[in-house]
């Protein structure tokens, strides 16, 4: 059982990133999925959720930005990020929501910078 985090990368402030979680082990149709991430020196937290149903909740920061998006016949969630900035530079996770104590994985670092 586990969850594969990917996409991260460096990038200018104004770019783009899609990051990508892969799920395996798990009936993952059934579960509300979420992008968590942690910045140096802060606690990890939810950013974006997606019900089962696909219903999407943002956090404010990231509203207008971030768009979170399931495939369900790939096991696959998504987070498009848009006019990033260096305040999004964090580890980024995904998770079941709330989230499963065991599925945490390494995350894939975002870090926004010029």
């Known amino acids: 059982v586990q969850l594969q985090a990917s996409g991260g990368g460096l990038v200018q402030p104004g770019g783009s990133l899609r990051l990508s979680c892969a799920a395996s082990g798990f009936t993952f149709s059934g579960n509300a999925m979420g992008w968590y991430r942690q910045a140096p020196g802060k606690e990890r937290g939810v950013v974006a959720s997606i019900t089962s149903v696909g219903y999407a909740r943002y956090i404010n920061s990231v509203k207008g930005r971030f768009t979170i998006f399931r495939d369900d016949a790939e096991n696959t969630v998504y987070l498009e990020m848009s006019s990033l900035i260096p305040e999004d530079t964090a580890v980024y996770y995904c998770?079941?929501?709330?989230?499963?104590?065991?599925?945490w994985g390494q995350g894939t670092q975002v870090t926004v910078s010029s």
């Open positions: 998770n079941t929501v709330p989230a499963t104590l065991g599925l």
